[in-house]
């Protein structure tokens, strides 16, 4: 199947990293993807990883890309209440005359004080 | 650019009426994708265009759906007879192509009564 799968949620204190994983299905991804979707708010993309690589570091997010186990991590460090949000994680899939976007079920990361 | 933009940004109505949610993709990108959003299913692919040519509508509910891109700047989602069920966040999203990252506009809700 094309599931895609994510704990439904997390709760970090901030100033705390927050670590949020995924599990997907296609071998063949080229790319997996990270949205934040905030309340109210569509989904914004924060980063994507190519497939061909084990990380990726963009300012307080890091992506960690096994492939072996088709696992994905997003580490968010020093978590602010602003990272309140449901994360989600996607993953490109081919069906030999297209490709489209599979997303998981989504995280919610809750930020307390 | 001024991203996705979805009208109207909400929508109530009662069961049985037409409902219409439009949708302009970014410039330049050659597909568009339309998604629904509710607490018990998450976030669900309608029906997804490339090159304003229908790829697959496999995500569309039932025949009181429909979609379709005239032109490469415009999509509409149709809803005929709408039922309370129907009540969601409704998503339009363009990309590059179809395999690469998604931009989502900020939804439209719709709501049945």
């Known amino acids: 199947g094309e599931d895609v799968e994510q704990s439904l949620f997390l709760s970090v204190r901030e100033g705390d990293s927050s670590v949020i994983n995924c599990t997907y299905t296609?071998?063949?991804?080229?790319?997996l993807y990270w949205y934040k979707q905030e309340p109210g708010a569509g989904l914004q993309l924060l980063t994507y990883?190519?497939?061909?690589?084990d990380m990726k570091q963009d300012q307080r997010l890091t992506v960690l890309l096994n492939k072996k186990d088709k696992h994905l991590s997003l580490r968010i460090a020093d978590t602010q209440t602003g990272d309140s949000a449901i994360y989600f994680c996607a993953e490109s899939i081919n069906t030999g005359t297209a490709s489209k976007l599979t997303f998981g079920t989504g995280t919610r990361l809750q930020v307390t004080l | 650019d001024a991203g996705v933009i979805q009208s109207p940004r909400h929508e109530v109505t009662e069961m049985g009426q037409e409902v219409t949610l439009r949708c302009k993709p970014i410039s330049g990108h050659n597909s568009l994708f339309w998604y629904r959003q509710t607490m018990m299913r998450g976030l669900e692919l309608l029906i997804y265009f490339n090159n304003n040519v229908p790829i697959d509508d496999s995500g569309m509910p039932e025949d009181r759906f429909s979609a379709k891109m005239p032109n490469a700047s415009f999509s509409t989602l149709k809803i005929q007879p709408s039922e309370p069920r129907d009540s969601a966040v409704y998503f339009c999203?363009?990309?590059?192509?179809?395999?690469?990252?998604?931009?989502f506009g900020p939804g439209t809700r719709l709501t049945v009564t």
């Open positions: 999203a363009s990309s590059f192509f179809s395999g690469y990252e998604q931009y």
């Open positions: 990883i190519f497939s061909n690589m």
């Open positions: 296609d071998s063949s991804s080229t790319y």
